[in-house]
């Protein structure tokens, strides 16, 4: 009796990584999970999953080595398996961009259309953070700040933003960002900003890609 060849054993375990990847809901989880550590509750509610339905799409993660758990108490907390499963997962979606029509027009149709302004890139905003000619603000939820942010930037839920307004100088130009060049929280920001007359634009991406390029991060 021949045993299967080598290479066609290590297909199979790659093949359980693709396997984890099939699921739109599990590359919603990691897109989620780049921004930090969550319990497996806060998981459910930010994604709209049953907390079962979260629970297991977080299990196949953790099978395929993407995700990672621990127990704290009564409850079950996830994060990414590595920044090697972040460039995975960024590598997946400029893949889908440049390969995928359809992605291309969803981008462009419910995206890019909301914005006619060019979003600032990282170098442009480190060196305007630098000079103090801006005011960076993390429109995304304060547990997500406190696992890391832009060095610098202030945290101010996009929720918050109408009512916060005046406690932003007038003089400075106002850079909103979130998870990352899908999430819509930087594109809702920008429309409170800018309804109320300041000059505000947003990041190219968001945190991750921010952390992945070698930038600073501080965390809470």
């Known amino acids: 009796m021949t045993t299967r060849h080598p290479k ?3 297909y199979d ?5 693709g396997r984890a990847l099939s699921s739109p809901r ?15 509750d ?3 509610h930010l994604t709209g999953l049953s907390v079962a339905n ?3 799409h977080l ?18 907390y996830y994060g990414l398996a590595g920044q090697d499963v972040f460039e995975l997962f960024r590598s997946v979606r400029q893949l889908g961009e440049s390969r995928l029509a359809e992605v291309e027009r969803i981008i462009a149709t419910y995206l890019t259309a909301r914005d006619q302004l060019e979003p600032i890139r990282r170098e442009e905003l480190l060196e305007r953070a630098r000079a103090g000619t801006v005011l960076v603000v993390d429109v995304r939820p304060t547990e997500e700040y406190a696992a890391g942010h832009i ?7 996009v929720g918050d933003l109408a009512r916060r307004l005046s406690e932003f100088p007038l003089d400075r130009e106002i850079i909103a960002y979130c998870r990352g060049p899908y999430c819509v929280m930087a594109f809702e920001a920008l429309e409170v900003l800018r309804g109320h007359g300041r000059p505000a634009r947003r990041l ?4 991750p890609e921010w952390r992945s390029a070698g930038l600073p991060v501080e965390v809470s």
């Open 204 to 207: 190219e991406d968001g945190l």
């Open 151 to 157: 060095a610098g930037a202030i945290s101010v839920p």
């Open 8 to 10: 066609l054993r290590i």
């Open 13 to 17: 375990q790659l093949a359980r990584i």
């Open 42 to 44: 806060s998981l459910a």
């Open 59 to 76: 299990r196949v993660l953790r099978d395929a080595r993407l995700a990672e758990a621990r127990r704290q108490g009564l409850h079950v």
């Open 54 to 56: 979260a629970s297991h």
């Open 26 to 40: 599990r590359l919603e989880l990691l897109d989620v999970l780049a921004q930090g550590e969550r319990s497996v």
